[in-house]
Nanobody, 115 residues
Framework: QVQLVESGGGLVQPGGSLRLSCAAS????????MNWYRQAPEKGRELVAT???????NYADSVKDRFTISRDDGKNMVYLQMNSLKSEDTAVYYC?????????WGQGTQVTVSS
C-alpha cells in the first residue's frame, strides 16, 4: 500500500523556520521524482520544489534562496527546510511522488506563518 505521510507543519512567526518531512512507503522511492506542493486558501495547488532521483533540484521563484529540498533514499524520506518564512507561505503543504504516469500524494500538513 502506497503511503506518503507529511509531518513538521505548524504555526511559526514571520522570519522563522520549519522543516517538513515526508515518509514514503509502498513503492520504490529511489526511482521517483519527489515534489513539494502547497495550496493556500482559495488558491490553486502550486509546485514549490522538486528533486529528481538523480538529485537535480528546482524551486518556485517565490521560495528560491529560502527553501531547501532534500531526500534520503536510504530512509525513503524527503524534506523541505523552510527559512525566512513569510505570511504568504501559509498553506497546506503536500508531498508528491511522480514517475511517468504514476503519481502519489500525501494528506498534507498545515503551515501557518503569523505573528
Amino acid at each position: 500500500q502506497v503511503q506518503l505521510v507529511e509531518s513538521g507543519g505548524g504555526l511559526v512567526q514571520p522570519g522563522g523556520s520549519l522543516r517538513l518531512s515526508c515518509a514514503a512507503s509502498g513503492f520504490t522511492f529511489s526511482r521517483f521524482t519527489m515534489n513539494w506542493y502547497r495550496q493556500a486558501p482559495e488558491k490553486g495547488r502550486e509546485l514549490v520544489a522538486t528533486i529528481t532521483r538523480g538529485g537535480s533540484i528546482n524551486y518556485a521563484d517565490s521560495v528560491k534562496d529560502r527553501f531547501t529540498i532534500s531526500r534520503d533514499d536510504g530512509k525513503n524520506m524527503v524534506y523541505l527546510q523552510m527559512n525566512s518564512l513569510k505570511s504568504e507561505d501559509t498553506a497546506v503543504y503536500y508531498c508528491n511522488a511522480r514517475l511517468f504516469v504514476n503519481t502519489f500524494w500525501g494528506q498534507g500538513t498545515q503551515v501557518t506563518v503569523s505573528s
